[in-house]
């Protein structure tokens, strides 16, 4: 399930899917709520507004889109998919369902991604 967590060229089977999102929306979470405590403490931004991460709040939302944003077009170029406008798609719909709707969403679908298989695209 966690095997090639790291290879984000590697084409995952649904199981190891699944494990992709929990270690990186786990990872996610953990990185959004440092930034937004340190963020604060060094007066950045207004402490009262950032909440949880599953508040959903404004804070949140922009580190989740720019999580999605990277590690779909990480997953792209590792995957030699920029050229597949279905992947470049994809990738765009979950970036704009992290941003809209929940970042939680937009993570499934960078998780899809990852099964995506480049032999059977040629």
């Known amino acids: 399930m966690f095997t090639h967590i790291t290879n984000l060229a590697h084409g995952r089977s649904l ?11 786990i990872l996610l979470v953990g990185l959004s709520t440092f930034l937004g ?13 950032v909440g949880s991460f ?13 999580w999605v944003l990277i590690l779909s077009s990480m997953i792209l170029t590792g995957k030699k998919l920029t050229n597949d406008m279905m992947s470049v798609i994809i990738a ?16 499934v679908v960078v998780s899809y991604l990852t099964t995506v298989d480049t032999k059977k695209l040629v």
Do not use: C, K, S
């Open 15 to 25: 199981m190891e899917a699944v494990g992709f999102f929990l270690f990186y929306t």
């Open 37 to 49: 405590h340190y963020m604060g403490t060094f007066g950045m931004i207004d402490v009262t507004t």
């Open 54 to 66: 599953f508040d959903g709040g404004h804070w949140h939302t922009l580190v989740g889109t720019g």
């Open 92 to 107: 765009l719909v979950g970036i704009y369902l992290a941003h809209t709707v929940d970042v939680v969403l937009g993570m």
